[in-house]
């Protein structure tokens, strides 16, 4: 199928079956707004989960963070953020579109008009004010990025933790810009959710340190089945002010190879700017060696919402002769690990053996309920969200307390009792 005729076809599945939806829907929408549905929600909330365990409890060296979304402007003004978060824009001077100046040729995208304003700078910062009175004193910012709160609570941690370098802290969170025209469906938007780590090394380790998170971040979305994925290196002239490198993943989308993850060597540029701004001292001292110094922070940053709509992309198939559509998600990642059925819903005895094989895996797992239709219309249904298994009890249940489990991207049937189901469905989630 052709590229954009797909991402529409994502679009339209995402929103059919509870995916996403356009923000405040019923009375128009606003633009770079999006409302995670029901199924959208696990699907993130797995993303996040699976990086949580791989990136913090699966480490003996990293610990977790959650710090305010509104901070102390003082943080942004040190960090550059104020002064320095901009994009160059545009207006266009027919159809008063404004675009990122960087980002359209010599026409407007809208009218097709050649005549635009003269480039300006827009700062990216949602602006807000905090307490009664507005006023210049109570001005306060919604977060672009959640790094922010590991630097200043960098002390803290250091104090009650017992860390020692190298160490991380990391966080997942909402982040906030006001993108001149976000674009591209989830992929740029206003409000969005970070994962982030900031990784604490001694300098002159950095570089070493820098490559091996490399290779370990691009590994990772093998392991949670995205593919159709490259590194990309950042020329030193497009290098932010504070990285010493920078390696993006990125992902071919329909609309072409777009970063969903960036890891970048920040030096000490974040602790040596707080603590002149702050007064406060944010060193490391080695307790074995005595020596003191300032640590240099690797930080891979990863975009939740990227991430979802890569994997919406990748897992969406199309079989034609089947008029069947299927995502095949990993079933880590997967809404539902399974979906169980009772062959017939009129039939009572059915219905309540399903039920009690339902009610036990969900002890476990997030498994959904279907008595809908007939049966190959549920396997259907089921596909076309990802499900990796179909669990239909039948009147053999009732006799020997097997069940037929089916395979979303196979389409193969197995029996087995259900006292295997348990097992054989973590097993798929390793």
Avoid at 335 to 362: Q, R
Wanted: glycine share 6%; charged share 30%.
């Amino acid at each position: 199928m052709a590229e954009q005729n797909k991402l529409e076809k994502v679009v339209s599945l995402a929103k059919r079956r509870g995916f996403i939806f356009p923000g405040s829907e019923i009375y128009g929408g606003i633009g770079g707004f999006y409302d995670f549905g029901p199924l959208g929600t696990e699907l993130k909330f797995n993303i996040k989960q699976a990086w949580w365990k791989d990136m913090v409890q699966m480490r003996r060296n990293v610990v977790g963070l959650n710090a305010a979304i509104i901070m102390n402007p003082e943080v942004w003004k040190a960090s550059g953020h104020v002064s320095g978060f901009s994009d160059p824009m545009v207006e266009c001077k027919k159809c008063h579109q404004r675009f990122r100046a960087d980002q359209i040729g010599d026409k407007c995208p809208n009218c097709g008009a050649k005549d635009f304003s003269d480039v300006r700078q827009f700062n990216l910062m949602f602006k807000t004010n905090a307490g009664p009175v507005e006023d210049t004193a109570s001005v306060a910012y919604l977060r672009p990025e959640t790094a922010g709160g590991i630097f200043v609570n960098f002390k803290n941690v250091l104090d009650t933790m017992r860390v020692r370098v190298p160490f991380g802290i990391a966080q997942i969170g909402k982040a906030f810009r006001n993108e001149v025209n976000p674009k591209d469906y989830i992929f740029r938007t206003r409000e969005f959710e970070q994962m982030e780590l900031e990784y604490f090394v001694k300098p002159g380790d950095d570089d070493k340190e820098y490559e091996l998170w490399v290779d370990e971040r691009f590994n990772w979305y093998g392991k949670i089945g995205l593919r159709n994925i490259r590194k990309f290196v950042q020329p030193k002239e497009e290098l932010a002010h504070y990285s010493k490198g920078t390696t993006d993943i990125e992902y071919e989308f329909p609309f072409g190879w777009k970063e969903i993850e960036g890891i970048a060597n920040r030096t000490d540029f974040d602790l040596k700017a707080h603590a002149a701004a702050s007064g406060q001292e944010l060193a490391y001292l080695d307790p074995d060696t005595n020596e003191k110094y300032v640590p240099y922070v690797i930080e891979p940053s990863a975009g939740v919402d990227r991430i979802a709509l890569a994997l919406l992309c990748d897992a969406y198939h199309e079989n034609e002769d089947e008029e069947r559509v299927v995502l095949k998600l990993h079933p880590r990642l997967a809404p539902y690990k399974a979906a169980v059925f009772p062959l017939l819903k009129n039939k009572p005895e059915l219905v309540a053996k399903a039920d009690t094989v339902y009610v036990e895996l969900k002890k476990h797992f997030n498994v959904a309920w279907d008595e809908r239709g007939n049966i190959g219309k549920r396997y259907f249904s089921q596909d076309e969200i990802g499900t990796p298994y179909c669990i239909t009890v039948d009147f053999d249940t009732l006799q020997d307390d097997t069940v037929t489990v089916r395979d979303r991207d196979s389409m193969k049937q197995e029996r087995m009792s259900i006292s295997e189901l348990r097992a054989y469905i973590e097993n798929s989630l390793q």
